[in-house]
């Protein structure tokens, strides 16, 4: 029996990503202690749009 590929969603167009394929893992630093969270997109394009989606939700 395989292994099952442990699977995540792009945090911009929700798509299921395998963590065995290629994708771009983006790492936040949220506080003063470190604590880090994770975000995995599909590619480039992907990023360009979560970033530019993240920055106008801020304002």
Excluded: K, Q
């Amino acid at each position: 029996m395989a292994p099952e590929r442990e699977a995540v969603r792009c945090a911009n167009c929700d798509r299921d990503l395998s963590l065995h394929e290629r994708h771009v893992r983006v790492t936040l630093i949220e506080d003063d202690f470190g604590d880090a969270a994770r975000r995995y997109l599909c590619n480039e394009s992907c990023l360009n749009e979560w970033v530019g989606e993240t920055e106008r939700s801020e304002r």
